[in-house]
């Protein structure tokens, strides 16, 4: 019997994506909303079709995600990583496609820490000769 559910995890920056991937019609679902309604009408939601267009597999999965950590848009983009590492697992010849359009690397950027005696990480507080 073929798995009817596939899970993959997704990250960038701090954010964490959970992503079930199940036959459906194409609905997603984020942390129980409509992705319009989570992260807003003029947001980069678009960015979540681009798995589905890569693999030739759109509107063949419904996707349930819950997200956490992070803003707004590490989030679309952690989802995004999710979603395509799930279709890894659907069916593996996905592989090539997915690596071309640089879906599966986890974006490594992380934000740097403040140092001590400095303003910021590379901002440094105003130095007075007098």
């Known amino acids: 019997m073929a798995q009817d559910r596939f899970y993959a995890t997704g990250k960038r920056k701090t954010a964490v994506a959970r992503v079930w991937l199940t036959p459906g ?23 979540l079709d681009k798995p589905f267009k890569v693999t030739e597999t759109f509107e063949d999965y419904d996707v349930m995600a819950t997200l956490a950590g992070g803003g707004k848009s590490a989030q679309v983009d952690a989802l995004t990583h999710g979603i395509s590492r799930a279709l890894l697992g659907v069916n593996p010849d996905n592989r090539l496609a997915l690596k071309k359009s640089g ?28």
């Open 25 to 47: 019609s194409g609905k997603v679902v984020v942390n129980k909303m409509s992705p319009e309604d989570y992260f807003g009408r003029t947001f980069k939601t678009h960015k």
């Open 103 to 130: 879906l599966l690397t986890r974006d490594p950027r992380m934000k740097e820490r403040k140092k001590y005696g400095q303003k910021g990480a590379r901002a440094k507080f105003q130095f007075s000769k007098r």
